[in-house]
């Protein structure tokens, strides 16, 4: 069974920018994937940042990018700010069923 | 304004069930389709199950085939999750989403289950 991959942890300097990657166990992320990305802080529900590949969902700033860099799905955070300090989670389509699945989450600290 | 409002959830024992709904509004509820995400305490997020707008069609994780029954009525804008021989590791907050391009564009606050063993 192909697992989604996410780091488990990344920091980035205030101020700074960071890539942050979701690929497979096996093989390569494709647009054909929708890879779509999320924001979580403690105690809250997720919140939509990015949806077919690189399409921001309403109100995220664009400071929030998303692509497929090499054979990866990516999200780039520019100009990091205090409160990106959360967990970031990806979902993959996987070809079949309603919906994707979920990586395993990027614990996101910013110094 | 879309909502998602989950409701249902609390302390069971195991081997218990359980029935979780979400009132949804803001958007056209028949035609979308819509699922149930949860998330163990400290854990990450796990899809659990899904149905479609259009004629019901139905998927769920492997760790609750067999076990739960997502379900939806139409007219009262409602999404259900019937949970049924609940076991200690389905203790989570799960929360219902709006489908969107195979990802979640909507989701509501959550609701806590404890199953107690």
């Not at chain 1, 890879?35 to 921001?56: M, V």
């Not at chain 2, 056209?28 to 659990?48: H, I, N, Y």
């Not at chain 2, 907050?93 to 489908?99: G, I, L, W």
Request: hydrophobic share 30%.
């Amino acid at each position: 069974q192909t697992v989604v991959t996410q780091e488990p942890s990344f920091s980035v300097s205030l101020g700074g920018t960071v890539t942050l990657t979701c690929g497979l166990s096996s093989g390569s992320v494709s647009t054909t994937y929708f890879p779509s990305w999320y924001q979580q802080t403690p105690g809250q529900a997720p919140r939509t940042l990015i949806y077919k590949t690189n399409i921001r969902s309403s109100g995220v700033p664009d400071r929030f990018s998303g692509s497929i860099l090499g054979n990866k799905a990516a999200l780039t955070i520019t100009g990091a700010q205090a409160d990106d300090e959360c967990d970031y989670y990806c979902v993959l389509y996987m070809g079949s069923g309603l919906s994707g699945v979920f990586g395993g989450g990027t614990k996101l600290t910013v110094v | 304004e879309v909502q998602l409002l989950e409701s249902g959830g609390g302390l069971v024992q195991r081997g218990g069930s359980l029935r979780l709904s979400c009132a949804a509004s803001g958007f056209t509820f028949s035609s979308s389709d819509m699922s149930w995400v949860r998330q163990a305490p400290g854990k990450g997020l796990e899809w659990v199950s899904s149905i479609s707008g259009g004629d019901g069609t139905t998927d769920y994780a492997d760790t609750v085939k067999g076990r739960f029954t997502i379900s939806r009525d139409s007219f009262k804008n409602t999404l259900y999750l019937q949970m049924n021989s609940l076991r200690a590791d389905d203790t989570a907050v799960y929360y219902c989403a709006k489908n969107w391009w195979y990802g979640f564009e909507y989701w509501g606050r959550g609701t806590l289950v404890t199953v107690s063993s």
